[in-house]
């Protein structure tokens, strides 16, 4: 097979997979739980952590003790590909929700399955309502107990670095008062990238690093706040992905 048709292959394999997986889980989903709630996300990631042994894809993950912070808290992590719902789903702790573009809403099953598992749906192209989406889930994740995950770069990238960061997630903790917990996946490139139309079985190592408080932070400290996460999640990343070098000179 020629590698532009292996990789067409296998990622449509992979969107087969959401969808039919995505409306079984509905249906689990509905019969346990009944409704949207973020219970939920636990049945979903039953499904999906059983999607990896079909890529050849295996997980080395460090750092979960760093999830067990009391109360809610604010998760984020580099963003590469769609393949990144596997890794979210291998080490999703419990009562989290993740924020995710409103498009993701009208993929089919796939949708109803994040509407279910209680995805905080946004309008990436009005700030305003993006905004306010956010400022009422800092309440409820308090009222309610629930950690939050949101992708700060707040698109996908696969070149190996972090794009900067948008500052909604951090405006969030800060008014939240919750502690932010980064976690990092290494860089994908070595086995999966659009563009070349490589996507072959690869090793994926995951980083929880440790929650930095908020507590006493105000809307003043958010720039500070992004860039301290921006700069360790940089560093994490090159290291995990075997750039020592480069660790070096983002410092
Ligand atoms: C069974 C198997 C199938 C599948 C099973 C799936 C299961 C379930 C898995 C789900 C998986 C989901 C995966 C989703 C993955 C994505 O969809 S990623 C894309 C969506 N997510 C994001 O975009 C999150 C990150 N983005 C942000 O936080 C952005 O800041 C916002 C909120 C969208 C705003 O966007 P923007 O206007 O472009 O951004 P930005 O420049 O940051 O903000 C403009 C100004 O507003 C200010 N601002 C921003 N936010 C605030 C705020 N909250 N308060 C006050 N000021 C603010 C900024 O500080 C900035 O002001 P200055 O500092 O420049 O003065
Ligand atoms: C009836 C409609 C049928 C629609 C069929 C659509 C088929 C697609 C099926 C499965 C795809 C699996 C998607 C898993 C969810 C991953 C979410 C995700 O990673 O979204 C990308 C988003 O974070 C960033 O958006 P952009 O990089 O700015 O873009």
Same mark, same amino acid.
């Given at each position: ?9 296998? /990622?449509?394999?992979?969107? &087969?997979?959401?969808?039919? #997986?995505?409306?079984? &889980?509905? $249906? ?11 219970? %939920?996300?636990?049945? /979903?990631? &039953? ?24 109360? =809610? ?35 089919? !099953? ?9 995805? /905080?749906?946004? %309008?990436?192209?009005?700030?305003? !309502?993006?905004?306010? #989406?956010?400022?009422? #889930? ?6 309610? %107990? ?34 932010? /917990? =980064? ?10 990238? =659009? ?10 190592? $995951? ?23 921006? !700069? ?20």
């Amino acid at each position: 097979l020629s590698p532009t048709v292996n990789f067409a292959l296998r /990622i449509s394999f992979y969107c &087969a997979l959401c969808l039919v #997986v995505s409306a079984l &889980a509905a $249906v689990a989903c509905l019969l346990v739980n009944g409704g949207r709630t973020v219970k %939920n996300m636990r049945i /979903i990631k &039953a499904f999906v952590k059983t999607f990896k042994y079909f890529f050849g894809l295996r997980f080395e993950v460090k750092g979960l003790e760093n999830f067990k912070v009391e109360g =809610p808290a604010l998760i984020v992590s580099n963003h590469q590909s769609i393949l990144d719902m596997m890794g979210l789903m291998e080490v999703l702790p419990d009562n989290c929700v993740q924020v995710g573009k409103k498009e993701l809403m009208y993929m089919g !099953s796939v949708g109803l399955i994040m509407y279910l598992g209680g995805v /905080i749906f946004i %309008n990436r192209k009005s700030t305003s !309502s993006a905004k306010m #989406v956010m400022s009422e #889930v800092a309440k409820t994740m308090v009222t309610e %107990n629930t950690k939050v995950w949101v992708y700060p770069e707040g698109t996908r990238n696969c070149t190996g670095d972090l794009l900067p960061f948008k500052k909604g997630a951090f405006h969030l903790a800060v008014q939240a008062q919750v502690p932010v /917990i =980064p976690v990092v996946y290494s860089s994908f490139t070595t086995f999966y990238n =659009p563009k070349t139309k490589l996507f072959t079985s690869g090793k994926i190592k $995951v980083e929880i690093l440790p929650p930095i408080e908020t507590k006493g932070l105000t809307s003043d400290d958010v720039t500070d706040l992004s860039d301290r996460c921006f !700069s360790t999640m940089r560093e994490t990343l090159f290291r995990l992905s075997g750039h020592p070098g480069e660790a070096k000179d983002s410092s």
